[in-house]
């Protein structure tokens, strides 16, 4: 069994011409709109690498057990196929084992859906040894329920007889062979957690660090291809200690899998730690949550999220919504947070502030109305910094050097007792430092 998640054939995946269904039954009809969904599908499909030949929708009550669709739509998807010479069928809801098989059968070309392109795109931009561990993770989970019905078409190795009706005592050995897939996937996903664990003890050792440091965090969020890396990127270049680290940015779905974390600079000694976060998108696999859970632990400890929207798309308000469902998932629902209109170069004519009055329009690209951002993050986070009178005697000079290093020297003077300072510090230092401060 391949690691791969796409159900692709051998042959090179850009000649992978797919078919995408969509269904439009009363359960969903509140959420996302079904042709905004099946447009975001079509961007997905494309970012996994294959063409979009044609998109069919059906509306419908109720799902089909059999098809998910309808019979005679099922027709329909056959003709298209053999129409415009289509080898892949992609549905924009998560398909059981059972239901691919039946569709695999009955219109004759791979049948898959939206959680496997998901999955095959995170398996091809994933970089890190975590990143890849966690989409790893997702993948198996996705596999375990769907060996019996998928067979060759998910495993290319799977038996096809003693199916769940063979009953006992008539086991072939497609039987056996799906026990021993399901029984190398179980050790698979222990493994893979137990991988995870030793990965996350690393990690909590550098949060621990970081904590130390007393530094604030700042997290961006948002929906995928909002511009969360081309923010990221304008503070490193213009405040990060290393304008080397910026961090890898595209117009396309999914460009960042990884949670990058930056120590950003700015004048007065005053520093925070900016992260970087994989964007979400609707109908986000269930298994990817769970599995990115660990890594998205960084924005639970936020003292202030940075929600990036891309103000082009005409579907934002359906994004914000995505966003804040899957923060709440992740237990995130308490922290501070602004909103931050991205891509406003694109944007004509916009109501944005009549519905968001106290958000704030941007281009990260451009500059236009960073330095506002940088102001509005700053007086969130730095907000706990006193400005204090302080002598400090000549003998203590260590103390001095800390001050220099780490706060913000207004005024400056010598005396025969010592140097006597008037300086922005932390509560916590003024704290530590209480000794030293005079007129109060």
Known sequence: MGDKMILKSDENINKQRA?????????????????????????????????????????????????????GKVEEVKLACEHFGANLVIFNDELS???????????????????????????KRAKTKEGKLQVELAQQKYRLPRLIGLGNALSRVGGSSGGSGAGIGNRGPGEQKLELDRRRINDRIVEIRRELDEVKKNRQVQRQQRIKSDLPVVALVGYTNAGKSTVMNYFVNHNAEDPEKTVFEKDMLFATL?????????????????TDTVGFVSKLPHNLVEAFKATLEEVTEADLLVHIIDASNEKYQMQIDVTEKVLKEIGVENTPSVYVFNKIDRVEDNHILEDFPESLLVSAKNGTNMDELVKIIKAHVFNDFKTVQMMIPYTDGNILSYLNE???????????????LEVEVSIVDSEKLKKYIIGE
């Open 19 to 71: 078919i995408l269904v969509g269904f439009n039954h009363s359960s969903n009809r509140n959420e996302i709109d079904i042709n905004d969904s099946m447009e975001e599908l079509t961007e997905l499909v494309y970012a996994a690498g294959a063409d979009v030949m044609d998109v069919m929708i059906q509306n419908k009550a109720t799902i089909d057990v059999r098809f998910y669709i309808g019979k």
């Open 97 to 123: 084992g059972a239901q691919m098989r039946n569709l695999c059968e009955a219109i004759e070309v791979e049948v898959i859906d939206r959680t496997a392109v998901i999955l095959d795109i995170f398996a």
């Open 258 to 274: 990884e949670t990058a974390n930056r120590r950003i600079e700015f004048e007065g000694n005053k520093s925070l730690i900016l």
């Open 406 to 420: 780490e706060a913000n020297i207004l005024n400056q003077d010598y005396t025969e007792e010592g140097t006597v």
